[in-house]
């Protein structure tokens, strides 16, 4: 089924949805209510309202993401992206960021500014160098770095300075019993701002940002229940093994970092184009992200090292963390164990940010909580007094003929991954007709719990629905003052035209037809997810205004013409904006034995259902030997590097003013091309004759430079 209307189910009978279904419906529809905020406040110039909202939908998309087999949902997919394409456009609009900001928006924030920020006044003497194990490096591009954090970053410094009170003590230890320099925690500064459940916007998790294959190398295990990737100690020793593996293969710490941020795949390709092991030798042929992550490091490091050399003296730091462990080994909701710890909710989450559920996970005797310091023994004596009806109970199912862990899972309102999860089996396990499964059963009370948790998120659902409901009131009654429609946000030139919806088509049909976003149908309809569309049913649906006229055509087509139309134009990914006939960048990944999707993505950094879509697969299942279709931007043996590793020797053969050949690649700006070859936007813009900055993967741009 097409994009967005796998979800849609608010007109079925209840039975026809499971429990796990509804929630990730409140989910979505919460995060496009957060998202549709974020655009309106944008929209009046709130940008403190704009980035709160943007990171409450990030927030919701991201609990999403631990739902089963969320990767292969076109709505969690299509509205996770929309959501962030658009924070990312936002960001490059506004002058500075405010501490609610996580760090991949300041990071994002960072590289689109580094190289402006003005460093004449930034004088760092020898004298005031500290004596580390890893180069401090003073140059134009570290000195960039501590400007932008004594600037317009210098809330979110003084914000890691005191959270690093927290977590440094326990840091310093575990690294320095690792063998490694204790100064690497101050990795974790611009790794993750210190905050323990923080999720990329490439899926990587916790303190030390792991993803989940490389953090399944270092013993961090992650499933339903729980993801040790945010366990700050657990992810704190392996980010110090992973770090003493990588020195022991690159030895130099520099390259360590490049390593951890990109891959050391990028490493031995920079190594190979460039002939030099030299960090600030390669920085020019490193992902942009990267290529100023080690001078983000050498910035923080020397403002937390000399805090009063750079007017950050009077930063309080926070507590250190005090806590102790206990044994639980029934499935017990956090709640109850908090009041069995004296103490709050958010103090046992907050020393215990592994847990990703409302309980202790199941199945899992002997699971060590940390409660605060001192309370473990009258833990004891309360965790002993708990009645055993409020502790989670397990029945056995009889697997019959012809059922399926979906369905058995369905039948008892439970997420497969659950019973994948406590009969502690592989997806590629096939049921045996007359085979027992564990089955968790929720007492009266634990049920109870649940019902509770499930009202709360209908109440927080309604309340967003009032917030809008009084907002469309002041507009009737003063329509000045009140916040512009969704199709204001849309890029200037586009133009509304409107549509009638035929019988049988989805938002998904509609979306690829007009080639917008299916998020974006819905916030300019206001459609909420789990509701159809209708045959009769009017949409608004904005498209550039020098199309419109075809657009027009395609709505008067019939469904097989709109279809045909789509094949035969050849649907591209958003992540793959070449088209297939042309094969630059494109390569062939031979599947071995133990892969998986979600470790192939991670390897050439593109997302788990582009790659489904790029090979039409139906699931998240492949075999060994199997090949897979995938577009890599830095695919090292494109015809695209190779032409401009050929017209770049030419530049460098001759002093007369040489015309190069550059070709864009992902990522790239024309300011970043301007900066490579010293020239100025202006000039690129001249020789190519663009009348903007839009510039596309795979397009060729004529430089014009004088060696010198």
């Not at 209307?5 to 608010?10: E, I, K, Q, V, W």
């Not at 949805?17 to 995060?31: N, P, R």
């Not at 974020?38 to 990171?55: C, H, L, W, Y």
């Not at 034995?593 to 139906?618: F, H, M, P, Q």
Request: aromatic residues 8%.
């Amino acid at each position: 089924m097409p994009l967005t209307d796998t979800l849609s189910a608010a007109s079925m009978p209840d039975t026809t949805i499971t429990e796990e279904e509804k929630s990730l419906i409140l989910l979505l529809e919460t995060a496009r209510e957060h998202y549709l905020q974020a655009m309106q406040a944008a929209a009046e110039g709130d940008s403190t309202a704009s980035a709160v909202e943007f990171e409450e939908a990030i927030k919701h998309l991201n609990e999403a993401s631990y739902y089963d087999d969320v990767e292969s949902n076109a709505d969690f997919n299509d509205l996770t992206r929309s959501v962030l394409e658009d924070y990312e456009k936002y960001i490059a609009t506004i002058d500075s960021l405010g501490p609610q900001s996580s760090i991949f928006a300041l990071r994002e924030k960072i590289n689109l500014e580094i190289e402006k920020v003005d460093i004449t006044n930034i004088q760092i003497p020898a004298s005031l160098l500290p004596k580390t194990d890893v180069p401090l490096t003073i140059n134009e591009y570290s000195k960039r770095a501590i400007a932008f954090f004594m600037g317009k970053g210098r809330v979110h410094m003084e914000n890691w300075i005191h959270r690093s009170g927290k977590y440094f003590p326990m840091m310093s230890r575990i690294f320095q019993e690792e063998g490694l320099p204790p100064e690497l925690m101050l990795l974790s500064l611009p790794e993750s701002g210190l905050n323990p459940t923080a999720r990329s916007w490439a899926k990587a998790v916790g303190l030390w940002q792991f993803m989940k294959a490389t953090g399944a190398l270092y013993g961090l295990r992650s499933t339903y229940w729980y993801d040790e990737r945010r366990d700050f100690e657990k992810a704190t020793r392996a980010a110090a093994r992973h770090m003493k593996d990588l020195y022991a293969d690159l030895g130099d710490w520099h390259l360590v970092f490049v390593a951890y941020n990109a891959g050391p795949g990028w490493v031995r390709r920079a190594i190979r184009r460039t002939g030099s092991t030299d960090f600030w030798e390669m920085r020019h042929r490193l992902p942009r992200e990267t290529r100023n992550y080690v001078p983000q490091y050498i910035a923080v490091a020397l403002i937390f090292l000399r805090p009063e050399a750079f007017g950050f003296e009077n930063v309080q730091k926070a507590d250190s963390l005090a806590y102790e462990y206990v044994t639980v080994d029934d499935c017990v909701d956090l709640e109850l164990l908090a009041e069995c710890a004296g103490t709050d909710l958010a103090t046992i989450r907050d020393l215990n940010p592994e847990l990703t559920q409302w309980c202790t996970p199941p199945n899992y005797p002997g699971y060590q909580l940390r409660v605060p310091a001192g309370a473990s023994l009258s833990f004891a004596e309360n965790y002993a007094r708990i009645p055993e009806e409020k502790k989670l109970d397990f029945a056995t199912h009889t697997v019959r003929k012809g059922e399926t862990v979906g369905a058995i899972a369905k039948r008892y309102g439970l997420q497969t991954a659950v019973i994948f999860e406590v009969n502690r089996m592989s997806r590629k396990t096939r049921l045996k007709v007359g085979s027992t499964l564990i089955i968790p059963v929720q007492s009266k009370s634990v049920a109870a719990i649940v019902e509770v948790q499930r009202k709360r998120e209908q109440e927080e659902r309604e309340r967003a629905l009032k917030r809008r409901e009084q907002q469309r009131t002041l507009a009737a009654k003063s329509p000045a003052r009140t916040r512009p429609q969704a199709a204001a946000y849309e890029p200037s030139g586009r133009v509304k035209l409107t549509y009638k919806v035929k019988k049988g088509e989805t938002i998904g049909h509609i979306a690829e037809w007009f080639r917008v976003r299916a998020s974006n149908i819905r916030n300019w309809n206001d459609i909420p997810y789990g509701r159809h569309i209708y045959a009769g049913q009017t949409l608004k649906i904005y498209v550039p205004e020098e199309r419109a006229e075809e657009f027009r055509k395609i709505a008067s087509m019939d469904f097989t013409q709109k279809q045909q139309m789509v094949r035969s134009s050849g649907k591209r990914s958003a992540a793959a904006p070449a088209e297939r006939r042309d094969r630059t960048n494109w390569l062939q990944h031979s599947v071995k034995r133990g892969e998986s999707l979600e470790k192939i993505a991670a390897k050439y950094d593109v997302a788990i259902a582009d790659i489904r879509t790029w090979n039409k697969l139906k699931s998240s299942r492949i075999n060994a030997g199997q090949t897979l279709e995938i577009y890599s931007a830095a695919n090292g043996n494109g015809a695209a590097e190779r032409e401009e590793a050929a017209a770049t020797a030419k530049v460098r053969a001759g002093n007369d003013p040489t015309i190069v050949t550059h070709v864009v690649k992902k990522g790239e700006t024309l300011g970043k091309i301007a900066s490579k070859y010293s020239v100025t936007i202006a000039d690129v813009r001249k020789w190519n004759k663009l009348n903007g900055s839009r510039i596309v993967v795979g397009q060729k741009l004529k430089i014009i430079r004088q060696r010198t």
